[in-house]
């Protein structure tokens, strides 16, 4: 799969650890909604996993960069 630029950044900042989709927003600076399509696509691809689904906590599985 090929990543676009907010996916490259949505899985470094997973590399640090667990984060949950606001604090993805608040630290790449992108609304909630575009991290929100960007999540459903990694997650299809089983690159990401949801590991709370209330608080929409995110951990990275598979990173196709490796």
Known sequence: MELDDTQEKILDVLQDGRATQAM????????????????????????????????????LKNDPRD
């Open 24 to 59: 993805l927003s608040d630290e790449l600076d992108y609304s909630s909604q575009h991290i929100y399509q960007n999540m459903k696509v990694l997650l299809a691809a089983d690159i990401v996993t949801k590991v709370h689904e209330t608080s929409a906590l995110y951990e």
